[in-house]
């Protein structure tokens, strides 16, 4: 079940991948929130692996068929950053993005 759960400054996003598509599509966090990211790829399709990169903040990992990986980060940049599969995965590979909105800080 895909959701985004707020807990103070504590942000966890539990995501899923499959082929040309993340959901959730824009995450929307406040800066200096610590956010933490579980990505489940759902592919049935054993080498079907997706990537998840996050311009602006050096990330970058692979997640296997069947797979949760973790990634956890303090959103320190406000601004817009996308996140995209940096695994060709498919002919709609390009369209699987999304977005990261960090607001700035008052």
Do not use: W
């Not at 959730?24 to 489940?40: A, L």
């Not at 970058?60 to 956890?72: F, L, M, S, Y």
């Amino acid at each position: 079940e895909t959701r985004i759960e707020r807990n103070g400054t504590d942000v966890r996003v539990y995501m899923i991948a499959v082929r040309s598509h993340f959901t959730p599509e824009q995450i929307e966090v406040n800066q200096g929130d610590h956010v933490t990211i579980y990505v489940t790829n759902i592919e049935q399709t054993v080498d079907e692996s997706h990537g998840l990169g996050i311009d602006g903040y050096d990330i970058n990992i692979q997640i296997d068929p069947g797979e949760t990986k973790t990634v956890a980060f303090t959103a320190n940049k406000p601004g817009v950053f996308p996140f995209y599969c940096t695994n060709f995965c498919s002919a709609l590979h390009q369209e699987m993005q999304g977005y990261l909105l960090v607001k700035p800080a008052e």
